[in-house]
């Protein structure tokens, strides 16, 4: 496998041992591209939820719904611990799905103060198809990595993230 040419990272980081040879700058070589990474990933992300006349905080719920399997719903608790955010966030964001028509609300039957956030045949049809969207797009980013690439870096990756998520 051949090395790829110097790209803006390589550039940078030369330019910061030029002019600051006493730092140790390697972190930047994998930390800048990552981040460069992420820019490009929620880019990419935006659009393909834009497509399905969807905001990613929209997604973040409509899938946290699908994702906890049939009949697809969850407390507003549960979806606040999905999403992190807070708990008046999350009940704006459900009012707001809940008026297209994407999720519905219905009273908790083990808690009559509390309600049941469920995801309408709509909006499983709506994160469904942004879903594929998404996973055509990230697929396009990825095939440069061959699957055992793949696999090292998640890896790699989660070995980064776990003291964050602890």
């Given amino acids: ?3 790829p040419p110097p790209d803006d990272v390589d550039r940078i ?3 910061w041992r030029r002019e600051r040879p006493d730092l140790d700058v390697a972190p930047l070589q994998v930390l800048s591209r990552v981040s460069r990474l992420a820019r490009r990933l929620d880019l990419d992300r935006v659009q393909a939820f834009a497509r399905h006349q969807l905001e990613g905080w929209e997604f973040d719920v409509l899938s946290a719904l699908r994702r906890a399997g049939s009949p697809y719903q969850l407390s507003p608790g549960q979806l606040i611990r999905q999403t992190l955010v807070t708990s008046g ?3 704006n964001r459900v009012d707001r799905l809940e008026r297209r ?3 519905s609300r219905s009273p908790d039957p083990s808690d009559r103060r509390g309600v049941i956030v469920r ?3 709509t909006g499983q049809r709506t994160v469904d198809d942004a879903m594929a969207d998404l996973l055509d797009r990230e697929r396009d980013l990825l095939a440069e990595l061959s699957t055992d690439d793949r696999d ?3 890896a ?3 070995r ?3 003291p964050f998520e602890a």
């Fill in 160 to 162: 980064l993230l776990s």
């Fill in 119 to 121: 995801l309408t045949p």
């Fill in 1 to 3: 496998m051949s090395t």
């Fill in 101 to 103: 028509g994407l999720v």
């Fill in 156 to 158: 790699m990756l989660r």
């Fill in 89 to 91: 966030t999350m009940t």
């Fill in 152 to 154: 090292e870096l998640a």
């Fill in 13 to 15: 980081v030369e330019a």
